[in-house]
């Protein structure tokens, strides 16, 4: 995995990692049950509740570790019951054992509602990162109550009802207000939907000596990433810097295009062409200074197949090439756009409406003979392979996964979790930017990953340098701005130099 990548396990590798721990470094399963269930009386206790904790256990070992959790408040002097959803003697054995040293009774209660009542903090030990699927009963019951009860909830290692591997919730789940998880972040609390399930996270060494033999295929990206983009010398010149070609553009949609050209150079490209219809050309011309512009011969307003031919040569000494930003949803500009796509051999961003030329078909694009990227919102990549948009908000690491795999792409699924994948490895922006909620942002985006691969970056590399620079851009306009609500797509352009500098704090 690369330097720049904070690692993020799933569930094997979580479990590989624990029986590495213990089989081959001789650590004792509850030693390591020990310092999990104290790292969350911990945080329980910061939380200061003003009532009673309650401890909602499981039978595994997640339990275990509200247990001991539970046991340390005690010590500490809080009021302190446990809530057990199965019978004693279905505990896991750690679970059984921490039972024993707790020396307090289970409680087995007909209404877990009543149970919870009156809770000043309670601490969610039910499922651990081995749940997939659907809670079912007893635990349905509970999660809903633990949602319903009014108090903050602390969750162990994560949510229940969230799959680890994933972040999929396909039933109830927990809302936590924090969870402390144990040894390494897993995937499952930074994808949505289980990353809304959360809350605030805390990640909790737990004795899990370094060099574990697992190999994460998930990562948060890092700042790390920021430092791959060749820097100009004394010898650059806009050549050597590369040229970016951005394609796009039809009535009432030029702002696209001319906000994607800008956020290339700003990103670092020696220079940027604009193909854009012909009849628009003038309006293009009025709105860049920096950018040329060509002119393609199509309908009124658009571009079509009569341009492909003027926009194919455009792209002959192109270092990467942008398609899509303001395209149109035509059928001329739609063809336009497969053709360009099939005769370019310059790494490709496909974006935005282009991106409904595939849209059933993205299998095609294996048959391109350069690189590609793909920056499609969850609608976009539902028309891609033929589902809603809601299946995939649902299953977003595994609908990304597919669309990579079977378009030969790397994908960069957008979002609040915006999820970079070329079918194999994957990586995660975990940086939040609500102020790139407004349009236009998505077409800075794309100007700013066609910039890094102008630059030289791999498609990979650049995607995940594009998305995280990108978030940061967002979080500097909206400091500069004073207001996350105010921010617009020009922005985050301007503040784009200083989202790419991995040398510049940005809160």
Request: charged residues 20%.
């Amino acid at each position: 995995m690369e330097h720049w990548l904070d690692p993020l396990l799933d569930a094997e590798s979580m479990r590989r990692a624990d029986a590495w721990a213990i089989n081959d470094r001789g650590i004792p399963s509850l030693t390591l049950m020990e310092t999990a269930g104290r790292s969350v009386a911990d945080a329980v206790a910061e939380i200061s509740p003003k009532g009673p904790v309650r401890v909602v256990c499981g039978k595994g070992n997640n339990a275990g570790d509200g247990l001991v959790a539970a046991r340390h408040l005690r010590m500490s002097g809080h009021q302190v019951q446990v809530i057990g959803l199965w019978p004693d003697d279905e505990f896991s054995p750690d679970s059984a054992a921490n039972l024993e040293l707790l020396g307090a009774p289970v409680l087995h209660p007909d209404d877990i509602s009543d149970a919870l009542a009156g809770s000043g903090a309670i601490i969610d030990a039910i499922f651990g990162t081995g749940f997939s699927g659907v809670a079912r009963e007893p635990a349905a019951a509970a999660i809903a109550a633990i949602n319903a009860a009014n108090a903050p909830v602390v969750a162990c290692d994560i949510a229940s009802g969230v799959d680890a591997g994933t972040g999929e919730v396909e039933g109830p789940a927990v809302s936590a207000d924090l969870t402390v998880t144990f040894h390494s972040p897993k995937i499952g609390h930074r994808i949505a939907p289980g990353k809304a399930y959360t809350g605030d996270l805390c990640v909790e060494p737990i004795g899990i000596p370094d060099g574990a033999p697992v190999s994460p295929s998930a990562g948060v990206i890092e700042s790390g990433v920021l430092d791959l983009a060749p820097r100009r010398g004394a010898g650059s010149n806009k050549f050597t810097s590369g040229q970016v070609v951005i394609i796009g553009g039809s009535r009432g949609l030029t702002g696209a295009v001319c906000l994607s050209s800008a956020a290339a150079i700003r990103a670092g490209a020696g220079y940027a062409t604009a193909v854009v219809p012909a009849d628009l050309e003038p309006i293009i011309e009025a709105k860049l200074t920096e950018v040329m512009s060509i002119g393609c011969d199509g309908a009124s307003g658009r571009l079509g197949t009569a341009g492909t031919s003027t926009a194919v040569v455009a792209c002959e000494m192109a270092a990467a090439v942008v398609l899509g930003p303001g395209l149109g949803r035509d059928r001329n500009s739609l063809d336009f756009a497969q053709a360009v796509a099939g005769a370019v051999s310059a790494p490709l961003l496909i974006d935005a409406d282009a991106l409904g030329a595939f849209a059933g078909r993205i299998g095609q694009l294996k048959e391109r003979l350069g690189s590609t990227v793909l920056t499609p919102h969850a609608g976009e990549l539902g028309r891609l392979l033929g589902v809603s948009s809601e299946e995939i908000q649902k299953h977003r690491l595994t609908s990304a996964r597919q669309a990579a795999l079977e378009s030969g792409c790397v994908v960069v699924l957008k979002g609040d979790d915006t999820i970079v994948t070329d079918g194999r490895e994957v990586a995660v922006n975990a940086l939040p930017a609500p102020g790139l909620a407004t349009a236009g942002t998505g077409d800075v985006l794309s100007g700013m990953i066609g910039g890094l691969l102008a630059r030289g970056l791999l498609p990979f590399d650049a995607a995940c340098a594009g998305v995280f620079s990108h978030a940061r851009a967002g979080r500097v306009a909206a400091s500069h701005i004073g207001s996350t609500e105010s921010v617009i797509a020009t922005d985050v352009i301007d503040s784009i130099p200083v989202g790419l500098r991995s040398d510049s704090p940005v809160d």
